[in-house]
């Protein structure tokens, strides 16, 4: 394919085209005409979603690290906590179907057969971040986390055929460049306590994680275009419930395999600030987990994919500054480099998508 076959009709300018402030000022009146089309409650909800969203997840990112740094070691842990919340997005699903007078999906074989497909992948992604976690700066970790959007661009264009454009592989090669660059830094930012087999193995499943996120992505987009066949509010939370359900069922057996029920008594006992602070760590993860859940899935159906795609851009930067303020995180010039560089590769993706995103609310 021609590469002029994957460029926008906004990516060529002529000469006669509509110069920037003709743009920005019709940008501007679509914005005022976009907030007066909507009651002031769909955008106090937008917002306070929003937020859940930039504030959430970093949170429940840093919480990971703080279990490692003071005193946990148990990885199963840490991936059941992820899954723990599942009765959270439950307990908002149920009052949704009188809300918007609707009934719940009709659950048959190969629907439930694709959310515990889709929970054991959630499952094994959640221990992966986990070995992520443990070995890695959350400033890296989130950084490397980013690639879960090259991911899912390759994986949407092979499973659900969705279309790749100039800006998206332009994107992909911008974030990846900035990987390879934490790559060849590793030992400004690696702790001294972590070997150099642990740290490799944290970045390597550090963008398996990222890798099989992109995965979960697109078959998420699959079983709503073949099994269920729309999409909006209550199904998506449907789903993030059921699969939530099986990631937790998958995850226990993991834990009781492992024996680590057992091992929770001894962490909290010998963790860094005793047994409430090892119990407030776990339980706020729970929470901060499930509320940026519910916040992503909002911002979705609120406003858009590419709303949704800013914010998931600005929280890795989030998770950055937060870990260096809150955590002493090391942050070595060559970081700062890879965060502006993805941080450019998010931008190239969103602006360039934006054309077949903006309707999708």
């Not at 989030?318 to 450019?344: C, R």
């Amino acid at each position: 394919m021609e590469q002029a076959m994957l460029l926008h009709p906004e990516e060529m300018e002529t000469p006669g085209s509509t110069s920037w402030k003709d743009k920005i000022s019709a940008f501007r009146s679509t914005v005022w005409k976009g907030y007066k089309s909507k009651p002031i409650s769909h955008w106090i909800l937008l917002a306070l979603s929003s937020a859940a969203m930039l504030v959430a997840f970093p949170a429940s990112s840093l919480l990971s690290r703080i279990y490692f740094a003071n005193g946990g070691t148990s990885k199963w842990i840490i991936s059941w906590v992820a899954a723990v919340g599942w009765p959270i997005p439950a307990l908002v699903l149920v009052p949704t179907y009188f809300v918007l007078g609707v009934f719940p999906t009709p659950l048959d074989f190969k629907l439930a057969a694709s959310y515990a497909v889709l929970g054991f992948l959630s499952a094994a992604d959640n221990l992966m971040y986990a070995y992520a976690y443990a070995y890695l700066p959350p400033s890296t970790a989130a950084l490397l986390g980013s690639t879960s959007l090259i991911f899912s661009a390759i994986f949407g264009y092979l499973l659900v055929k969705n279309k790749i454009y100039a800006s998206t592989i332009n994107s992909i090669v911008i974030i990846t460049a900035a990987m390879v660059i934490i790559a060849l830094d590793s030992n400004s930012d690696r702790y001294a306590s972590i070997t150099d087999h642990q740290y490799a193995l944290g970045f390597l499943c550090d963008i398996l994680a990222s890798a099989l996120h992109g995965l979960i992505f697109a078959l998420s987009e699959l079983v709503f275009d073949k099994l269920v066949g729309r999409r909006s509010f209550h199904v998506v939370l449907e789903q993030q419930v059921m699969v939530s359900l099986f990631a937790f069922i998958f995850t226990t057996i993991g834990l009781l395999v492992n024996n680590d029920f057992h091992g929770m008594a001894t962490e909290a006992r010998t963790f860094k600030g005793g047994r409430s602070s090892y119990l407030s760590v776990l339980v706020w993860g729970v929470i901060t987990f499930q509320l940026g859940i519910l916040g992503g899935t909002a911002v979705l159906f609120l406003a858009s994919t590419v709303l949704a795609g800013v914010l998931n851009a600005i929280r890795v930067p989030l998770t950055s500054i937060a870990a260096v303020i809150l955590l002493n995180d090391p942050m070595s010039g060559f970081k700062i480099l890879s965060l502006i560089i993805t941080f450019w590769g998010f931008a190239c993706y969103i602006y360039g998508n934006y054309p077949r995103s903006k309707d999708s609310s």
